[in-house]
């Protein structure tokens, strides 16, 4: 990707590839890779701690995390993956995270999000 690669900000919309495993270099724990798009930036509580992670990194960018299993919920807060939350019950766990695009979002798309990540209050992965 060219020097124009759009960084993570406040009320874009982001684009990720996600994928969970029981080491750095594994993905084990996912059958492929999940799709997972998101408005960044409208929790209720400020950014949690996935979104922390991904301020300004850019398009094609990544990283990967060791996340212990009670974490999950946590880290995520207001933002929905149940294929992560399914992972409660591991031990421990690395995601390797990958920043396919980031676009901004139609105001629509952030009032919808605003609404969804407030409607949750403590508990948005069910818990």
Known sequence: ??????AVGPLRKISLLLE????????????GPIAFE??????????SPF???LANKKE????????RGEEVVDLLQHL??????????????YLKVKIVKVNE??????????????????SCCGH
């Open 1 to 6: 990707m060219g020097e124009n690669r759009q």
């Open 20 to 31: 969970a495993g029981t080491g750095p270099d594994k993905t084990d724990l996912t059958a």
């Open 38 to 47: 998101f408005i960044f930036g409208v929790g209720s509580r400020g950014l």
């Open 51 to 53: 979104e922390f992670q």
């Open 60 to 67: 094609g960018d990544g990283l990967s995390l060791r996340i």
């Open 80 to 93: 929905l993956i149940p294929s992560l939350a399914a992972l409660e019950s591991v031990a421990a766990f």
């Open 105 to 122: 979002a139609d105001p629509k798309e952030v009032i919808k999000a605003m609404a969804e990540a407030g409607s949750c209050g403590d």
